[in-house]
């Protein structure tokens, strides 16, 4: 089993700002991090810092790659 923490989770933003019906987008496996910080690009891919580097998840949550880096992640920003 995952541990909750390497759960990427998404929610529904309610009209009055609040969430709802929240679901596990995705999740990260494999060990030296958890997910931290998020981006979306243009065409919708998520982008999230976790163990390696930072990983990438199409828009329906799926695994695309990891940008491996030399240094532990714990955001990101552009």
């Known amino acids: 089993m995952i541990p909750p923490e390497c759960y990427v989770r998404a929610f529904d933003v309610q009209p009055d700002g609040t969430i709802a019906h929240g679901w596990i987008f995705a999740e990260e496996k494999g060990e030296g ?4 910080g998020i981006k979306v690009d243009q065409r919708e891919n998520v982008y999230v ?3 390696h580097g930072i990983w990438i998840f199409n828009p329906s949550g799926k695994h695309l ?3 491996e880096v030399s240094e ?4 990101l920003g552009w």
């Open 33 to 36: 991090g958890v997910p931290d």
């Open 65 to 67: 790659d990891v940008i």
């Open 72 to 75: 532990n992640t714990a955001n």
């Open 49 to 51: 810092t976790g163990p």
